[in-house]
C-alpha cells in the first residue's frame, strides 16, 4: 500500500498526483453515464499493451481529439479526420486502435438503439449491480474473469475491437461494475447485505 495524505491506497496508483485523484475519486465508482462508458471503453482499448498512466495523462488530448467522446460524431469521422487523428501528438497514434474507436461508436449507436442505453446492455453482464471483491493484495486480483470473457465475446460479435477480455475486465473495475480495491484500501467497499 502506498500512502498520501495518510490514506491508504491500492498499491497501483503509486506516488503520481494524477494517478491518485482517479484512485480516489473514479476507479470502481459505478458509472451509468453513456458517453462516459463510450470514453472509457475507447481508452481501454487505446491503452492496449501500454500502462494507464500513459493513458490517463493523455486523456484531455484524447477528449478535444474526439469531440468529448460523442459517439454520434465519433461514427462519422471521415478519412480526413482519421489522419489528423494519426497526426496528433496528445494521443496514441496508433492506426489501429484509432480505427476502432471510429468503428466501435458505430457498434456502440447500435447497441444504444437496440437496449435504449449503452448502460442498460452493459451492466447486464452483472445483473445491473456492481460485484464486490475482497482481495488482500494486488496478486490476488485476476485480469480476466467469466463475466469478462462473455463481455468480450459478445461485443466482438457485434464487431467492436480492441475488446479482449482482460480489456474488458479493466473496463468492468474503472467503471465500477466491480469492486476490486484491496482490503487495506480507503476506497475498499464491503459487499451490502
Given at each position: 500500500?502506498?500512502?498520501?495524505?495518510?490514506?491508504?491506497?491500492?498499491?497501483w496508483?503509486g506516488?503520481?498526483?494524477?494517478?491518485?485523484?482517479?484512485?480516489d475519486?473514479e476507479?470502481?465508482?459505478p458509472?451509468?453515464?453513456?458517453k462516459k462508458?463510450?470514453?472509457?471503453?475507447?481508452?481501454?482499448?487505446a491503452?492496449?499493451?501500454?500502462?494507464?498512466?500513459?493513458i490517463?495523462?493523455k486523456?484531455?488530448n484524447?477528449?478535444?481529439a474526439?469531440?468529448?467522446?460523442?459517439?454520434?460524431?465519433?461514427?462519422?469521422?471521415?478519412?480526413?479526420?482519421?489522419?489528423?487523428?494519426?497526426?496528433?501528438?496528445?494521443?496514441?497514434?496508433?492506426?489501429?486502435?484509432?480505427?476502432?474507436?471510429?468503428?466501435?461508436?458505430?457498434?456502440?449507436l447500435n447497441?444504444?438503439?437496440?437496449?435504449g442505453?449503452?448502460?442498460?446492455?452493459i451492466?447486464?453482464?452483472?445483473?445491473g449491480?456492481?460485484?464486490?471483491n475482497?482481495?488482500?493484495?494486488?496478486?490476488?486480483?485476476?485480469a480476466?474473469?467469466?463475466?469478462?470473457?462473455?463481455m468480450?465475446?459478445?461485443?466482438?460479435?457485434?464487431?467492436?475491437?480492441?475488446?479482449?477480455?482482460t480489456i474488458?475486465y479493466?473496463?468492468?473495475?474503472?467503471?465500477?461494475?466491480?469492486?476490486?480495491h484491496?482490503?487495506?484500501?480507503?476506497?475498499?467497499?464491503?459487499?451490502?447485505?
Amino acid at each position: 500500500m502506498k500512502r498520501h495524505s495518510n490514506l491508504p491506497r491500492c498499491a497501483w496508483a503509486g506516488k503520481d498526483p494524477l494517478y491518485i485523484d482517479y484512485h480516489d475519486r473514479e476507479w470502481g465508482r459505478p458509472l451509468h453515464d453513456d458517453k462516459k462508458l463510450f470514453e472509457f471503453l475507447i481508452l481501454e482499448g487505446a491503452q492496449a499493451g501500454l500502462s494507464w498512466i500513459t493513458i490517463l495523462k493523455k486523456r484531455e488530448n484524447y477528449r478535444k481529439a474526439f469531440d468529448g467522446f460523442d459517439p454520434v460524431k465519433v461514427a462519422k469521422y471521415s478519412e480526413k479526420k482519421i489522419r489528423s487523428l494519426l497526426s496528433n501528438e496528445g494521443i496514441v497514434r496508433n492506426e489501429l486502435k484509432i480505427r476502432s474507436a471510429v468503428a466501435n461508436a458505430s457498434c456502440f449507436l447500435n447497441i444504444q438503439k437496440e437496449y435504449g442505453s449503452f448502460d442498460s446492455f452493459i451492466w447486464g453482464f452483472v445483473g445491473g449491480k456492481p460485484m464486490f471483491n475482497s482481495w488482500k493484495s494486488l496478486r490476488e486480483v485476476p485480469a480476466t474473469t467469466r463475466i469478462s470473457d462473455a463481455m468480450s465475446k459478445d461485443l466482438k460479435k457485434r464487431g467492436f475491437k480492441f475488446v479482449g477480455s482482460t480489456i474488458c475486465y479493466a473496463f468492468m473495475q474503472a467503471t465500477g461494475m466491480v469492486m476490486d480495491h484491496v482490503v487495506d484500501c480507503h476506497r475498499f467497499v464491503k459487499r451490502k447485505s
